[in-house]
């Protein structure tokens, strides 16, 4: 595995953030912007791999315990680990939310409505369409950003997602999906019938309001 040192610039997890905000990371580019480094003989990108598997094996019930056997883990480090988890629990983490219309949504894409840029996300679900995670996949430029099935089912196939919600912003304000939106959409729709994920709904948001291809019967 290379190191931090060895990933070019854009690649690396804090100026990942910082392009494309905390959503866009895996749970292991997460640890390793919060520990920043590894120790001497072990990369904190090792590290943070163990981590992440730790916290997706125990959740809420991770302990200190578990994390001082990870090679390279010191209480510093854990307990970094441990008062970031904390910190999320007092202030915010909320029930989870369920999907049942194009609506129940929109709270969650309120951040990408203004953009100048056209943002895609792909939000990913469990069988009782309760949210897992939302992801920004692409950044575009102005009106156009390039999708690629591979990047938009990528981690909602970690996920384990039973379904999933696609969503992006129109910065020129327009509702309607255009020509290159269809096409998109379609292959989308196409390539989640292989992988067996189904389409809750795309949705196309704007500082004027939104459009929902289920709503319009497109899906």
């Known amino acids: 595995m290379k190191t931090i040192k060895d990933l070019p610039a854009h690649s690396r997890p804090r100026e990942k953030l910082r392009e494309k905000g905390a959503s866009a990371l895996t749970d292991e580019e997460l640890v390793t912007a919060i520990l920043g480094m590894g120790t001497a003989g072990v990369d904190v990108r090792t590290i943070a791999r163990q981590v992440a598997s730790l916290i997706r094996e125990h959740k809420d019930g ?3 315990d578990h994390l001082l ?6 209480l510093a480090k854990a307990a970094q680990i441990l008062s970031a988890f904390e910190l999320a629990r007092r202030h915010l983490l909320k029930e989870s939310v369920k999907i049942d219309c194009a609506r129940d949504i929109l709270p ?12 895609f996300i792909c939000i990913s679900l469990n069988g009782a369409n309760e949210v897992i995670q939302k992801r920004i996949v692409t950044i575009g430029l102005l009106d156009k950003s390039p999708i690629h099935p591979r990047e938009v089912f990528a981690d909602a196939l970690t996920d384990r997602a039973a379904s999933v919600i696609f969503a992006h912003n129109h910065p020129s304000g327009e509702l309607t999906p255009s020509d290159s939106d269809l096409k998109i959409h379609e292959q989308l729709i196409e390539s989640a019938k292989i992988l067996g994920i189904r389409v809750l709904d795309h949705i196309i948001i704007s500082r004027k309001g939104y459009y929902s291809f289920r709503e319009n019967g497109i899906i």
């Open 108 to 119: 969650l894409l309120a951040d990408i409505a203004a953009k100048r840029q056209e943002h």
């Open 69 to 74: 056997k990870v090679p390279g883990m010191g």
């Open 62 to 64: 991770l302990n200190l």
